[in-house]
């Protein structure tokens, strides 16, 4: 069992920047972020497939975040730039541990969560 830990939140004015890490416990396939907004559904933000480095963002996001990790391939980070204050929320990491046939931007399709850190914009 992988165990995933965020880290990095917390407060931030509109337009500043915020980086993000998740510290998973082994070796993974897919790692990815997601959000969720008070009163609102979790969302997909970005993925990374470490075979490739394949990289994938939201397009509300693309332009501004960026997704990255290490070759060990047990860390990954969400560099995000140019904060909204409609993008306060819970930021989840997520990690797909086997290699099988997925979904990305599928919430569903992950084996393991981290806790969340909350990340807030406003003035």
């Known amino acids: 069992q992988v165990q995933l830990v965020e880290s990095g939140g917390g407060w931030v004015q509109p337009g500043g920047s915020l980086r993000l890490s998740c510290a998973a416990s082994?070796?993974?396939?897919?790692m990815a972020w997601f959000r969720q907004a008070p009163g609102k559904e979790r969302d997909f933000v970005a993925a990374?497939?470490?075979?490739?480095?394949?990289?994938w963002l939201a397009d509300s996001v693309t332009g501004r975040f960026s997704i990255s990790g290490d070759n060990p391939r047990n860390t990954v980070y969400l560099q995000m730039n140019s904060l909204k204050r409609d993008e306060t929320a819970v930021y989840y990491c997520?990690?797909?541990?086997?290699?099988?046939?997925?979904?990305?931007?599928?919430?569903?399709?992950?084996?393991?969560w981290g806790q969340g850190t909350q990340v807030t914009v406003s003035s």
């Open positions: 997520a990690a797909k541990v086997r290699t099988s046939t997925m979904r990305v931007a599928s919430d569903s399709d992950y084996d393991t």
């Open positions: 082994g070796r993974t396939f897919t």
């Open positions: 990374i497939r470490w075979s490739g480095g394949i990289t």
